[in-house]
Nanobody
Framework: QVQLVESGGGLVQPGGSLRLSCEAS????????MGWFRQAPGKERESVAE????????YYADSVKGRFTISRDNAKNTVYLQMDRVKPEDTAVYYC???????????????WGQGTQVTVSS
């Protein structure tokens, strides 16, 4: 059974940076497609960034392109989301997701973390 545990959320000022981490246990992490979704109050859950088992496969939502970077360290079973130049509209609960079949766009994310709150405010 794959388990995903996020960390690194918190309060950050507009224009600042934050790095989210997600450590996976169980399964074969290196073959998983991984991603980050977010859900803001009153809004639908949306994909923020995704990374395939081929590390060169990455996807970013238009709203974060050029500001966020997704990466993975297969030796540590961990995926990261580096968030730079954050904006108040980035405020949301961020979820780490995993597809153990390694599908790519579309992936079928059957594994979800508990979520970590990111609040962008001065």
């Amino acid at each position: 059974q794959v388990q995903l545990v996020e960390s690194g959320g918190g309060l950050v000022q507009p224009g600042g940076s934050l790095r989210l981490s997600c450590e996976a246990s169980g399964g074969t992490f290196s073959r998983n497609t991984m991603g980050w979704f977010r859900q803001a109050p009153g809004k639908e859950r949306e994909s923020v960034a995704e990374i395939g088992w081929k590390i060169t496969d990455t996807y970013y939502a238009d709203s974060v392109k050029g500001r966020f970077t997704i990466s993975r360290d297969n030796a540590k079973n961990t995926v990261y989301l580096q968030m730079d130049r954050v904006k108040p509209e980035d405020t949301a609960v961020y979820y780490c997701v995993g597809d153990s079949r390694g599908l790519w766009r579309p992936a079928r994310y059957e594994h979800w973390g508990q979520g970590t709150q990111v609040t962008v405010s001065s």
